[in-house]
């Protein structure tokens, strides 16, 4: 399985992002798929995960309320729409599939990563 993510980039506090995950080489729908992400000199962070039918939705409580994870099955992809970003939530996000705990550990596939920059 290969993931790539994408929709990064730079904004201004309080703006919005939607990152995608796309999944080739094996149907990705029966796979839990989540998000992380790591910022400069910290370790890497579990933001959210989504089930293979996208019913069962964890999200760290730094989140919470703000991001919105989803996925589109014929697509192949997840999507993570990240609303009223903080300077907090800069970091590299990167998606990972096969499981949905928050333990990095758990997963083996990881996409390349994609750089989201909030601005004061």
């Known amino acids: 399985v290969q993931l790539q993510a994408s929709g990064g980039g730079l904004v201004q506090a309080g703006g919005s992002l939607r990152l995608s995950c796309a999944a080739s080489g094996r149907t990705f729908s029966s796979c839990g798929t989540a998000w992380f992400r790591q910022a400069p000199g910290k370790e890497r962070e579990f933001v959210t995960s989504i089930d293979w039918s996208g019913s069962r939705k964890i999200y760290a409580d730094s989140v919470k309320g703000r991001f919105t994870v989803s996925r589109d099955s014929a697509k192949n992809t997840v999507y993570l729409q990240m609303n009223n970003l903080e300077p907090e939530d800069t970091a590299v996000y990167y998606c990972?599939?096969?499981?949905?705990?928050?333990?990095?550990?758990?997963?083996?596939?990881w996409g390349q990563g994609t750089l989201v920059t909030v601005s004061a």
């Open positions: 990972a599939g096969d499981s949905l705990g928050s333990d990095p550990v758990l997963y083996v596939y």
